[in-house]
């Protein structure tokens, strides 16, 4: 199985920062991964796919990089509407696996 | 608009069965790969089976294989879910998912508990 280790696991972070969350894979995922975002007792949410492309509808702040085995999640001005938990989903090879989450709070 | 609404969860005995529904509109739903993923309460996601968009080929995690099983009605525009010799590590919220998977439904709980 594909590991997907996600760091941080929790960020402390105000408006308008920066943040970058990073997840890697125990082995090659090409490009196969998507980053969700997730508020308290609501669905997923996929912020992007492909590992680079933006879901259509989501704000530009948020942009995805990376290939192979390492991939990051960056939001350029944390907004007050961005404090949830983000996780990211590989869906190169059975059994799709998700990192351990990233609970971004103020 | 896509739309994907569970169904079916519940309180369920140890041992018990369970089949979970998710109603799909707004696509075409036989062109598309379907999942379940589940997420016990506190916890973090956890991707459950998957089926292909024709229902030729099935796919599980290997904490359910064997006990739940996956399935698809193309006419009804329907994924399910049967779960078997259910668990108290089954409990958790379940979700279908459409594709990568990019939608989500709103899930459905299911509690498994004497």
């Known amino acids: 199985d594909i590991q997907m280790t996600q760091s941080p696991s929790s960020l402390s972070a105000s408006v308008g920062d920066r943040v970058t969350i990073t997840c890697r894979a125990s082995?090659?995922?090409?490009?196969?991964l998507g980053w969700y975002q997730q508020k308290p007792g609501k669905a997923p949410k996929r912020l992007i796919y492909g590992a680079s492309s933006l879901q259509s509808g989501v704000p530009s702040r948020f942009s995805g990089s990376g290939s192979g085995t390492e991939f990051t999640l960056t939001i350029s001005s944390l907004q007050p509407e961005d404090f949830a938990t983000y996780y990211c989903?590989?869906?190169?090879?059975?059994?799709?696996?998700f990192g351990g989450g990233t609970k971004l709070e103020i | 608009e896509v739309q994907l609404v569970e169904s079916g969860g519940g309180l369920v005995q140890p041992g018990g069965s369970l089949r979970l529904s998710c109603a799909a509109s707004?696509?075409?739903?036989?062109?598309?790969?379907m999942h379940w993923v589940r997420q016990a309460p506190g916890k973090g996601l956890v991707w459950v089976s998957r089926?292909?968009?024709?229902?030729?080929?099935?796919d599980y995690a290997d904490s359910v294989k064997g006990r739940f099983t996956i399935s698809r009605d193309n006419a009804k525009n329907t994924l399910y879910l049967q779960m078997n010799s259910l668990r108290a590590e089954d409990t958790a919220v379940y979700y279908c998912?459409?594709?990568?998977?990019?939608?989500w439904g709103q899930g459905t709980l299911v509690t498994v508990s004497s």
């Open positions: 998912a459409r594709g990568s998977p990019g939608d």
């Open positions: 089926i292909s968009a024709d229902g030729r080929f099935t």
């Open positions: 989903l590989q869906f190169n090879s059975s059994p799709l696996t």
């Open positions: 082995q090659d995922i090409r490009n196969d």
């Open positions: 707004g696509f075409t739903f036989g062109s598309h790969w």
